[in-house]
């Protein structure tokens, strides 16, 4: 069985840096939150646009206020007001200054703002009584960024700042990746509906809505696939028709070695390479990962079925392998950070062992707190609420209160 680790190197090289079946789009500057930026943006205006006053106050030449003080203040006239948007129409001469506003055009003759406050006003004069310093509160055009220079590089994903960046740099539509389209489906004979009153024996499906609700968040689109009964020819003719129609399948159920776990034999029969049959951890052990490279490359990842089985295995797989294929350039990967833990964690050792629970702030600091109840892969019940998972290593089998862990962070904190 493959550690962790070499699973993912495996599943990592199933989706290229520049994989052939990242499709381009251009939504408008509103719809393109959350997407990822397909072309670098290199601007065609220089940042500033014109040399313009930080502050409010007087555009002044810096020679006529080099010596002003309390007792000898520069006294200079008022020879235009500018307000922010407005082109100046004169020339500053010696003994001359400007009435300007935050963000309007410095006049010509003029090179340094003084600000209001260290000024006085008498009529059309404005008297100065602290030496500015040389260009003090201009900001000179360009002096941020220029014409020709690279804003926003292609592969991240769009968020305030960048949208914003954007629309300083007039694109109000942008390229973006097509999102990654995830078919999703449950198997099993016992499986039934939310809306359905349970028989004896059955259970109803959370693995479809918890996937479908993960593979939005992480920025693709899902394909609902409903529940699949564990029947050879239902099962391969719904693999069949979501490796057609998707860039990743996810199946729950049906990988262990039962004798209702057909999932393997079918992708085998479908022209499958399977990567992986199991990896050494827990929850999660019995994963599937495979792909199509006869037909469209499509990674199918069979999960297993107990429920927090399935969504330990899409945080740790998954939802990095979406973000790869979505067009991130970096930060796909799954992000680990150290934190004290403030309960005491045990493992058998065997196998890498995921323990959930949630970071909590403790005066100022991260802890983790494990989640009450009981710890079953079975039970999702203590899943909800938590926002990062513990890891112990194979061979690491306590964790004492107080002891920096390792966590996966599975929603924000
Ligand atoms: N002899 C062995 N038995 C099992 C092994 C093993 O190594 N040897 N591994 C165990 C582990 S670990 C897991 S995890 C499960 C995984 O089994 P499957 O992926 O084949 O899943 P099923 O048998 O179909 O279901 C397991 C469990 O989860 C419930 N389930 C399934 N689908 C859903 C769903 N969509 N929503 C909610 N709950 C679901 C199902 O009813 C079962 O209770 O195998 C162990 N057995
Ligand atoms: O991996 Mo199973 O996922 O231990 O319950």
Known sequence: MLQVSDVEAVISNLVQPLDPRRDIEIVDLLAASDR????????????????????DGYAVRYADVQQANAQQPAILDIVEEIPAGYQPKTTIQPGQAARIFTGAVIPTGADTVVMQERTSREE??????VAPQPKEYVRHKGSYYQAGNQLLPAGIKLKAAEIAVLAAAQCPQVKVYRRPKVAIF??????????TPLQPGQIVDSNNYALATLVKETGAEPLLLGIVKDNPVALQETIAYAIANADIVLSSGGVSVGEYDYVDKILEDLGAEIHIRAVEMTPGKPLTVANFPQQNSAIYFGLPGNPVSA????????????????????????????????????????????????????AD??????????HNSGNLINLAQTNALAVLSVGQTLITAGEEVQVLLIAAV
């Open 365 to 374: 600091v991260y802890e983790f707190h494990t989640a009450g109840g009981t």
């Open 36 to 55: 990822i930026l397909a072309n670098p943006i290199t601007s065609q205006l220089d940042f500033p646009h014109w040399d313009n006053s930080a502050m």
């Open 311 to 362: 969504l330990v295995t899409f945080w740790r797989f998954v939802q990095p392998t979406i973000k790869k294929l979505a067009g991130l350039s970096e930060g796909w990967e799954a992000k680990f950070i150290k934190v004290r833990s403030h309960d005491e964690l045990r493992a058998n050792g065997k196998r890498e062992t995921y323990i959930w629970g949630k970071l909590n702030l403790v």
């Open 124 to 129: 059309n004069r404005v008297l100065i009584q």
């Open 186 to 195: 449950s198997t099993g004979d016992e499986l039934v509906t939310p809306n």
